[in-house]
């Protein structure tokens, strides 16, 4: 898919904290250039507990799959 974006990090010690400082600097970014698209349809946001990032989608109703796929590609 290639509006799909994964930065992995899992090869780095971080700091306490900086896995967070990270995660919300990469969502600011992401969600400040989405902003200046005026993307149409919106765009519905999910911000998972399970994993650090976000989930962005036209359709709310496909979240929950593309949530189990990423998670599944997680594990």
């Excluded at 930065?7 to 989405?34: C, F, N, P, R, Y």
């Excluded at 507990?49 to 590609?73: C, F, S, T, Y």
Aim: glycine share 6%.
């Amino acid at each position: 898919m290639a509006n799909r974006f994964v930065v992995d990090l899992s090869g780095l010690k971080l700091s306490k904290g900086m896995d967070e400082k990270l995660a919300k600097t990469i969502q600011h970014a992401v969600l400040a250039t989405l902003a200046d698209t005026h993307t149409q349809p919106e765009l519905v946001l999910r911000f998972p507990r399970e994993w650090l990032g976000l989930v962005a989608h036209i359709d709310q109703h496909q979240l929950p799959v593309l949530d189990k796929e990423i998670n599944g590609m997680l594990r």
